[in-house]
């Protein structure tokens, strides 16, 4: 069964403080791995994609990296509205295109 | 905005009762996906469907049912609903085949009183 980790449950940060998120996996066969940011009481936003170990996408002040087991999401000189919970997912190979997500990271940056 | 339109936004009724949830893809977007999620879990898969057809799923109770018209939008059904399906029920789509990506209504906050 696939599975995702994420740590920590909850980062505080200062305004410009650096830091990243982790998400540890186990799927049989990844196709792609996600990553959600997630306003309270709103629909997870599409961030980035990941399709195989190396692979670094940007945007902004958020950088995600994968290798064969886990996942990174840095965040570099944060800002308050970069506040939410971000989530990761992954999807398997094989079979249909559900995802499989983790419980998520609720990132506060303290201005 | 992610394209995907989710109504109602709210829902509050009664034990026993029934509801129907409605989703409306992106533009072109063929999948359509619905997920629930919960204070104490994550996002928990429910159910996929594909032009039309049911494509996979996952953790759904019997008492929940979807379906998928032949204008790709896709209505949730949820029945004889107890305390314990208070949750977000959100919809996501995706357009088949090598971009996977899955786009995210704003949900549906479901209360059960």
């Known amino acids: 069964e696939d599975q995702v980790t994420q740590s920590p449950e909850a980062l505080r940060l200062q305004e410009g403080e650096s830091s990243s998120l982790n998400c540890s996996y186990t799927?049989?066969?990844?196709?792609?791995l996600f990553w959600y940011r997630q306003d309270p009481g709103k629909g997870p936003e599409f961030l980035f994609t990941?399709?195989?170990a190396g692979e670094e996408k940007e945007k902004e002040r958020l950088k995600a990296t994968l290798t064969k087991k886990e996942s990174f999401l840095h965040i570099t000189a944060p800002k308050p509205e970069d506040s939410a919970t971000y989530l990761c997912?992954?999807?398997?190979?094989?079979?249909?295109?559900?995802?499989?997500f983790g419980t998520g990271t609720r990132l506060t940056i303290i201005p | 905005d992610s394209g995907v339109t989710q109504t109602p936004k709210h829902l509050i009724t009664a034990t026993g009762q029934r509801v129907t949830l409605r989703c409306s893809p992106r533009?072109?977007?063929?999948?359509v996906y619905w997920y629930q999620q919960s204070l104490d879990q994550g996002l928990q898969f429910l159910i996929q469907?594909?032009?039309?057809?049911?494509?996979a799923k996952g953790n759904i109770l019997e008492r929940f049912s979807a379906q998928q018209f032949p204008d790709l939008h896709s209505e949730l059904n949820l029945s004889s609903l107890e305390l314990g399906d208070s949750a977000l029920y959100f919809c996501?789509?995706?357009?088949?085949?090598?971009?996977?990506?899955?786009?995210f209504g704003q949900g549906t906050r479901l209360t059960v009183v």
């Open positions: 996501a789509s995706s357009v088949a085949g090598e971009r996977t990506e899955a786009f």
């Open positions: 799927v049989s066969g990844l196709r792609g």
């Open positions: 990941l399709y195989s």
């Open positions: 997912a992954v999807q398997a190979n094989f079979g249909n295109e559900k995802l499989t």
């Open positions: 533009s072109g977007d063929l999948s």
């Open positions: 469907y594909y032009n039309g057809e049911e494509r």
